[in-house]
């Protein structure tokens, strides 16, 4: 390389998604690029050009190390969306003016769907005007949603925490006895891929039982068949766990959360925010049955749990930003980098980038078939799936009993 | 020893409760006992004969190991308060023929308050009666509110994955900026004593600024003081992490949860069940101040998170299960063994036993004097009090991704 290279995050955070930013940097400086500019809060805080030298922030190969083992976007995040070119040209003279002024000879953005959206459009707008700046990106989201990649980094880390997290709490709930029984109702982020409730079967061994129900939003939720369902385990068990993912809804397209009480929360993207549906059931449950019900959300240290990240996970993350750097050496723009699966067990997995028009905006869900065929349970085939991007650990670097990050270049501590 | 020995958990479950039925187990065998009993269920187990030999169970030192990385109680556990010796003799008598037809020497019952008043009553019993059967209670409680011990086996490792999980969740919630700020705000178990809250601190190093407010049970919670404290702090920063014990309360006594619209429920000691404060107060300051908020509840999982157990806690744990087997050998009953500690830096700490009549059913309260003047901070003097209870790791023992556990006497998987 001979010019600068600029690296964003956006979207939600992830364990991963910095072992990436790491990845970009050191290829990177590797290729011979001059600069690595971090964008603050992505497109939307470089439209403000608040930017910073990644070099002064990775001094060093522990700096490397620490990053990788830092969750939550080390740049900060943001849910930009980027309006059609042909509605705001002026945005896109303002990116470019800046990336120009910046001698920026590729942009790679990490991100899930929405950041594909801008890597399609910014790599569109330079094709457009001859811009000679090369756009990549890299995926990135725990949801697994992304089309044409086999996983996405981000998404192994989270469910190794899912499955440890859901086989503690299983645990937890053999210990107290109650008469009529309990039902453990656990909610996993998830609106509309079922990807990371579907991991709960991770907790599943020769020493426990895993969950007896598994949800997810792929298959519309029938609460009455759900109550009869847990009705009869509690005829031969005096537990019950269920995973639920939060975006589970009714054949009428009505979300679980949005029975209760619960307000709703659009995004901007126009995503509703849902939380509660776990809560729901529960009462609903206790209610119905009689039992004793417990709801527990796995919340955000599902995506941020990076004291328990896979080490398939961080590797291929930092790999995956590599690649990203690669290919915007070699030339390629509009492209996202992709993760191809060559075989499952020994597990082998490379990289190929691919048309980011074939990416952006489209939600890959769990196939059908890999769900039991009630909607209740996932299949052999999808624990297949799933086994090698949960291998192996990454182990925390600890300073006084607690996991050590790399310091945030835009906080004061 | 010559006879036999039966060993019970009770109460809420621990990362370290089964690390203490691991040294109960070693020792007892070590010092000639023929038979080493697991009440399943507790006291309320063995009063339906419910036992198991646990040479069945734990069968090589592999098993000792994993024991100690199983999360929970591995016997089961229960919340089961024996009634008066005057109000029920024959429970008593009932309990002591069961005793007797196992021939047991020793009785050791690893719990907390609740489970100290059983030890109490037990040895009275045999006092009274001219039993020789002795009785030791072991320590055992995440809340650390137990009399008399420096600290409880069981605190090290959930104030470890507390201090870890708010430092992610505080790392996750710098990502996204929102213009009128964000707010985050973590519930921590706790219904009077704030000790597991208090270690929202540990978050706060050189990469992380830690909580910004802190409020225990100990001190009453004044919603509109706390409101202007988060006001103020928005016109600083963009992002302020709030950690809270699930049993704040006001000046006159209403738990915050009881301020919102949650049913409130009894346990067996007429205990309220807490939960829902944080919510309310998210709604609360998102409503009062217009800012993004998102409440957290670390739940089950604090308790049970055995994946980031503290070594320190480990040990001592099965410490106290050795101690507890030695002294009811050396013919004490009636008596709890507590952790004494003799220095901070470098900690060191031993066990002494301690009569159960000075401890049962008493609380220890955080000092005032640990708490901040405004009572929404802690001071240095609980840091270095809570530091060397959360050093050192103990690697799960994985098979296939996720942690093993001992598989458990009563459950089928």
Chains 1, 2 share one sequence.
Not at 77 to 88: G, T
Not at 145 to 170: M, N, R
Request: hydrophobic share 35%; net charge negative.
């Amino acid at each position: 390389m001979t010019g600068n290279v600029i690296v964003g995050q956006s979207g939600g955070p992830t364990a991963a998604i910095n072992s990436s930013l790491a990845g970009v940097y050191r290829t990177a400086k590797d290729r011979g690029a001059k600069k690595v500019y971090g964008m603050l809060h992505g497109i939307q805080g470089l439209l403000e050009e608040k930017y910073v030298d990644l070099s002064d922030h990775i001094k060093s190969d522990l700096d490397i190390e620490l990053l990788k083992r830092t969750p939550a976007a080390f740049l900060g995040s943001c849910r930009y969306k980027l309006p059609d070119i042909h509605s705001n040209l002026e945005l896109y003279e303002k990116i470019f003016s800046i990336l120009n002024k910046l001698k920026i000879e590729a942009l790679i953005y990490i991100g899930g769907n929405d950041s594909m959206d801008t890597i399609k459009k910014l790599s569109d707008y330079a094709i457009l005007t001859g811009s000679s700046i090369r756009f990549i990106g890299c995926p990135k989201t725990i949801d697994n949603d992304l089309a044409l990649t086999d996983h996405t980094p981000g998404y192994g880390s989270a469910a190794k925490y899912i499955g440890t997290s859901v086989k503690e709490i299983i645990r937890d709930s053999y210990c107290l006895e109650y008469e009529k029984g309990v039902v453990t109702i656990i909610e996993i982020m998830g609106r509309n891929a079922g990807w990371l409730t579907a991991a709960s079967i991770l907790a599943k061994g020769e020493d426990c039982a895993g969950p007896d129900l598994i949800y997810l939003p792929e298959v519309p939720f029938d609460i009455e068949k759900f109550k009869h369902k847990v009705e009869k385990l509690l005829t031969r068990q005096s537990t019950v766990a269920v995973a639920i993912s939060e975006g589970i809804h009714t054949k009428d397209g009505k979300y679980i959360c949005e029975l209760g009480q619960n307000v709703d929360f659009v995004d901007a993207f126009g995503h509703k925010k849902l939380t509660g549906s776990a809560a729901y059931l529960s009462n609903y449950i206790a209610e119905e049955l009689g039992c004793k019900t417990r709801s527990i959300e796995l919340s955000t240290l599902q995506r941020a749990g990076s004291h328990l990240a896979s080490r398939v996970d961080i590797l291929e993350a930092y790999q995956v930003g590599g690649a990203a750097v690669l290919a915007a050496d070699e030339g390629d723009t509009g492209k996202m980098v992709t993760l191809v699966r060559h075989s499952d067990d020994p597990y082998q997995c490379g990289t190929v980038e691919k048309d980011v028009h074939k990416i952006a905006n489209d939600e890959k869900l769990v196939p059908r078939s890999w769900i039991s065929r009630d909607g209740s349970y996932v299949t052999d085939d999808f624990i297949t799936y799933v086994r090698p991007l949960i291998q192996g650990d990454v182990s925390p670097i600890m300073v006084d009993g607690i996991p050590r990050h790399l310091f945030m270049p835009f906080k004061k501590r």
